[in-house]
């Protein structure tokens, strides 16, 4: 006789263009169909050119709107997503909910907790220990998580380091924790749909320019003002080196600031979000990362699948990712001439930038192919079912 199918609920605030949400879709179009039933509660998208509700739709997915689910804190619609939510699992009977982020995974797990949920993991997707919020704020958060990690069977970090940060600030206990690294679909990067030279063209970039690409929300802890500045540096050594920005923010107005007052508007160029991003990728010579503080950075992952030699910063989950001199180089955070350096040494070493290419690629196969990742959260899945005896 085989077991009954699990039902799961994915609680998440924004269903839109961006990492979680996406990891989110390809990890449940891949789970096992026949074992687990895994469906999403999301808030509504603000700006509908990033929503991915249809999309996820598409793909088969069921997904339930919670208008007063929103990312910022606001006492009255908290309170009504809670009650909302709490609801609709009592009502649903769901075995499972995972919940995603820091505000979907305070509500989402309380409300769970509320409706008497046997299993309730919590994603946070990165932490909010460094480089988003003031002391303050800060502190206010690490007792909010502390608290609700009472009512938390697993939390799933993105990375070992993800790990011993959650257990430094106080929450949850070793056994409570665990990593699993987000993962790509190696395979659907192996093939752009636009040629190297094609994609260029298309951004008006010349066949012979040197050409690096960063990708992330233009927000203060993503460091691209640190970039800015280390490009400054570089081009007076490469010229006719180009620098392609993907993502949106609301940093874009003191960043095109930054660009004009350092006369660099012939070599940065602020892409916007984009859903082209490998093909971008295939396009560059080198990938760069100037992160304050990373979860983990899929980002790298992608660079890697497309075969891209990394600079990055050395914070956050980002080592367990890019071995240093191996496939890229790793920079301290906030230092200009560190980062203009390593780009420099690329440049003047076309043999070792390949040669890292080549071995950040074999790397991501390796660990961080989004097969791996499925097989990781079922084995997970599975494992706390048998704890709390249900089939």
Do not use: W
């Amino acid at each position: 006789m085989n077991p009954r199918k699990i039902k799961i609920l994915n609680i998440i605030t924004r269903l839109e263009l961006g990492g979680p949400p996406i990891l989110l879709i390809d990890i449940i179009q891949r789970l096992n169909k026949e074992r687990f039933d895994s469906s999403i509660a999301t808030g509504i998208t603000t700006d509908s050119k990033y929503d991915m509700i249809g999309f996820a739709r598409d793909k088969h997915i069921k997904v339930f709107t919670f208008p007063s689910l929103v990312r910022n804190i606001h006492p009255l619609k908290d309170v009504i997503a809670l009650t909302t939510l709490s609801l609709f699992l009592k009502k649903e009977k769901y075995d499972i909910v995972h919940c995603h982020t820091s505000k979907g995974g305070f509500i989402g797990r309380l409300a769970a907790r509320l409706a008497g949920v046997r299993i309730i993991i919590y994603s946070p997707h990165g932490d909010i220990f460094k480089g988003y919020f003031g002391s303050l704020v800060t502190n206010i958060f690490v007792l909010l998580e502390k608290f609700i990690a009472r009512f938390t069977d697993k939390i799933v970090t993105l990375s070992k380091k993800g790990t011993e940060r959650f257990l430094g600030q106080g929450i949850g206990t070793r056994q409570q924790l665990k990593h699993i690294y987000n993962g790509i679909d190696i395979k659907s990067y192996e093939h752009t749909k636009a040629t190297k030279s094609e994609k260029r063209s298309e951004l008006g970039l010349g066949k012979d320019d040197f050409v690096c690409a960063t990708v992330g929300r233009l927000v203060p802890v993503k460091g691209h003002k640190y970039l800015i500045e280390a490009i400054q540096k570089m081009v007076k050594i490469i010229p006719y080196a180009k620098f392609l920005f993907i993502g949106d923010g609301d940093l874009k107005p003191q960043l095109l600031k930054q660009i004009d007052s350092l006369g660099l508007r012939d070599n940065i160029f602020l892409l916007g979000a984009r859903s082209d991003i490998a093909e971008i990728l295939n396009c560059t010579d080198i990938f760069l990362l100037p992160s304050l503080n990373e979860g983990f950075g899929i980002v790298l992952v992608e660079a890697m699948a497309m075969k891209k030699p990394v600079i990055a910063t050395n914070v956050g989950g980002i080592p367990e990712i890019v071995v240093n001199e191996t496939t890229g180089i790793l920079v301290p955070p906030k230092d200009p001439e560190a980062f203009s350096s390593a780009i420099i040494k690329l440049y003047n070493n076309p043999e070792t930038s390949l040669e890292m290419g080549l071995a950040g690629y074999s790397r991501a196969k390796e660990l961080f192919d989004i097969t791996t990742t499925v097989n990781e959260f079922e084995g997970l899945y599975n494992d706390l079912i048998k704890e709390k005896g249900f089939a």
